[in-house]
C-alpha cells in the first residue's frame, strides 16, 4: 500500500466520521493552543523584563562601596565598608582609557518645598554624565550643566510628578525650590521616562552631586554608574575600577563592581526557566488530548471491526490495519495541532490588542515543539487502539455487522 | 489445488471444547465447483474459514497450491489470501462510505498497486459486472444485487484461482440470487476453482461436486 493510498484511506475514514473528527481535533488544538499562548505569555514577560534592562544601557557598570566576601553572593546594598567611596575616586576613573562616563551618585531625603506647599522627596546628587549615561530625557528646560563637579551650583532639576505637586501644573521653569536649608534654582523638568522599571525617577530632584554632598553633609557617594566606550570593553573598565580603587585605597580591594550583564543574564535564565513551565503546563494538556485521542479510535476500532475484518480477508496484514489505524491517529493529531497553531495565534494577537505594549507571540521553538509533542501524542496514544485492531480474530470481525 | 488432511478446529466456550470440524480430509483439484451444505452449526462457514486462511486450524496439515500454509505466520498467510483467494459474503462487506469503484479497488489499494493500473482494472471489472453506470455510487445507493455484483468485482480483482462464497444468495431475493449465482457460475467457467457454502439443497444441486458438513464431520454425496 503505497503512502498516498495509506493517507486517503485514513482521511475517508476521518471524513466518514465528522462528529468524532471534530471533537478529537478540537481536543488537540486545544492543547496546541494552550502551549503556544502559554509560552507566548512567559516570553512576553522575558521580552519585556530583558527590554526594561537593556534600557539601562548594557554598556553600564555599578560600583558599590564595600566588598562581597562570598563569591556569587548578593553585592551588599548598604554595605558597611573601612573607607568610603569618594567623588576623587569616582573623577579618577575616568582616566582609564576604556571608560567614557563616569556618575557619582548622592542619594538621600529631604523636604522639598516651593510656593508654600511641601513633601518629602528623594534627592539625588550627581553630574552632567548622568543624563547620557541613563538616557534621560528632557521636558522642558536643561539637565544638570557640566563644569567641575566639585564646584556645584544651586541648580536642580525637578520629575514630573514632582513638579505637578509642588507648582501645581504651573511651570517650574526658573523658579526657586526649598531643599532642607538650601535654594535651588529649577532648570530642568524630566520628560516621560518610557517604559523604565525605574518609575520612582518621576519622583526625583536632581542636583550637582556637591550640593547633595553638602546638603546630606557627607563625602561618601552611594554609587558610581560607570559607562565603558564600548560593550566590548567591559571587562577592561571593570579591571581598570578595580585597579584605580585599590591604588587609591592603599591597596585594599574594597568596592563591589557590577555588569547590567550578568544581571541581564541572571533574569534571563529565571524568566526562559518560568517559559518552559508554563510551557510544560500547556503539554498537560497535550497529553489529556492524547489520552481523549485513544479513547476515541477504542471506540473506532469497536465500530468498525466488520470493516477490519473485511480487511484481513482481503489480504491486508496485521501490519497493514496497524499502520492504517496510526495514520488516522497521525493525522488527526497532526490537523488539530495546526488547527491549534491558528488558535494559539489569534489568541496572541487578541492579547496584543489588549495589551499593545506587550508582545505575546510564542517563542519560534514553541510551534514545532508543539507540533512534534502532538503527532508523538497522537501516535502513541494511537497505538493501543491500533494493536487492538490489528490483533483482531478476522472471522470473529468478519461475524460483526 | 486444495488438500486438507486430517483437519481438526476446536473452540473453547467456557468450560467446553467444541469440535467445530473433526478429521477433516478433502482434496480439491483446480477448476472445481463444490458446494457445502449442512445444518447452521454443522461446521461448514468454519471450514470455508480454514480454505480461505481466515482461521488457523488447531490440528491436521492443510496444502494450497503445494505449500503447507498451517505453518505460516500471519503476514504470509494474509500475503496468500491476498493474491490467491476472493471471499464473497453473505452480508457484502462493502465499506459504507466508499463508493463502488473504490470498493472494487480496495485490494488493489491494499496490494499497493499503481493507481494509473489501478483504474484500468477497476473499470474492466466494473464492465463485465455491469455496474459502470453506478461507478460513483455508495453502498447504501445500490440494490441488494448491485452490492453483492461489487462485492464480486471486489473478489475477483485480484485474479484469484479460488472463489469462496459463504451464503451468496442468503440476502438477496429470488431474482437477484439467481443473478449472482449464475455471474458466480460464469467465473467458475472460466476456470476460478468456486466452493460455494449454502444451505439451500436447490443452489447445492448446482455444483459438481457436493459436500455435507454434519457435526464437524465431512460427507461427500456421490450424484
Redesign the interface.
Known sequence: ??L??RLH?AW??L??FRMRTALMLLAMAIGVASVVLLTGLGEAARRYVMGEFSSLGTDLLVVLPGRSETVGGPPPLLGVTPRDLTLEDALALLRHPAIKRVAPLVIGSVPVSAAGRERESTVVGTTADFEPIRRIEIATGRFLPAGDPRRGRPLCVLGRTIEAELFGGASALGETLRLGDRRCRVIGVLGSTGRSLDVQLDELVLVPVSTAQALFDTPALFRVLVQARDRTLLERAREGILATVRARHDGEDDVTVITQDAMLATFDRILGTLTLAVGGIGAISLVVAGILIMNVMLVAVSQRT??I????????????VLGLFLTEAGLLALGGALLGLAIGALGAALLGAFYPDLDFSAPAWAAPAALLLALGMGLLFGALPARHAARLD??AA?AR? | MLELAGIGRDFEVGEQTVHALRDVELNVAAGEYLSIMGPSGSGKS?LL?VI?L??RPTRGRYCLDGTDVTVLD??AR??L???K?G?V?Q?F?L????TAA?NVG??L????V??DERRVRVARALERLDLVSRASHRPDQLSGGQRQRVAIA?ATI?EPRLLLADEPTGNLDRHSGHEVLELIEALHASGLTLLVVTHDPEIGRRAGRRIHVVDGRVEEQVP
Do not use: I, K, W, Y
Request: net charge negative; proline share 10%.
Open positions: 500500500m503505497t498516498a493510498d484511506f475517508d475514514a471524513h466518514g466488520a470493516e475484518g473485511l480487511l484481513m480477508a482481503l489480504g491486508a496484514p496485521p501490519r497493514q478476522p472471522v468478519l455487522r | 468454519t474459514n480461505g481466515l482461521d500471519g503476514a494474509a500475503e489470501r491476498r493474491d483467494v471471499f459474503f452480508f462487506h465499506v459504507p462510505r466508499l473504490e480496495l485490494p489499494v491494499l496490494a499497493g499503481e493507481p471486489r485480484m
